[in-house]
């Protein structure tokens, strides 16, 4: 079974540009959520989607947006980028509520 | 908000020493309980879970974790470290639907 998979792997942009970052779940998961991973900060969750429905929202502004296709793929937008938003973003799914999440590699995403 | 604290940032042991790995949550009510870990190059991936029943849990490659509800604690515990254990470990709580907060992460350096 093919893991999660996030596309692109690496991303420069300049500020002020918007940026998109793919997801794949694992077949027949239906939840999928995001992580901004840094050094300083650990984890922190951005949100999260069940069956199209965004379910949870951590505290990021609304530059940071998100959505899921129905089939379970979902994609994460930024825009207005800042020199702050570089970061490791992480995908994970998992078959539902509570379950052990499954994690992709992360788009390592750079804004100069 | 849930907040998970790990006490250590960065732990140094010799290979066959024993390990153990603060995680304290602050949410009262119920919590499924996690450790993550993350070897060099790879992805996040679960060591362990807590959901309910037996405190004690044991997980993958001889880890156990040890959940005291009175102390909202989850540490990870292994007897005798190897120099493969060498990998940044993450505690996180899931305490409802989607939602997982992690701790800053513990960076375990085996030395041989």
């Known amino acids: 079974k093919a893991g999660v998979t996030q596309t692109p792997r690496y991303l420069i942009k300049t500020r002020g540009q918007q940026v998109t970052l793919s997801c794949s779940p694992i077949s027949g998961h239906r939840s999928v959520s995001w992580y901004q991973q840094t050094p300083g900060q650990g984890l922190q969750f951005l949100f999260e989607?069940?069956?199209?429905?965004?379910?949870n929202k951590g505290n990021f502004p609304g530059r940071f947006s998100g959505r899921q296709f129905s089939n379970s793929r979902s994609e994460m937008n930024v825009s207005t980028l800042e020199l702050g938003d570089s970061a490791l973003y992480l995908c994970a799914s998992s078959l539902g509520t509570n379950e052990k999440l499954f994690f992709g590699s992360g788009t390592q995403l750079s804004v100069l | 908000a849930q907040s998970v604290s790990q006490h250590n940032h960065h732990v140094i042991l010799s290979e066959a020493a024993s390990l153990e790995l603060g995680c304290n949550y602050s949410?009262?009510?119920?919590?499924?309980l996690f450790w993550y870990v993350q070897y060099p190059g790879q992805h996040l991936q679960l060591l362990l879970k807590y959901f309910s029943g037996d405190p004690l849990v044991k997980g993958i490659k001889g880890f156990e974790a040890e959940f005291i509800k009175s102390k909202f604690s989850f540490n990870l515990r292994k007897p005798s470290v190897q120099w493969s254990d060498t990998a940044e470990y993450f505690c996180?709580?899931?305490?409802?639907?989607?939602?997982?907060?992690f701790g800053d992460g513990t960076t375990l350096t085996v030395k041989p």
């Open positions: 989607y069940f069956s199209e429905t965004q379910r």
């Open positions: 996180a709580v899931n305490e409802y639907a989607g939602k997982s907060t």
């Open positions: 949410y009262g009510g119920t919590v499924n």
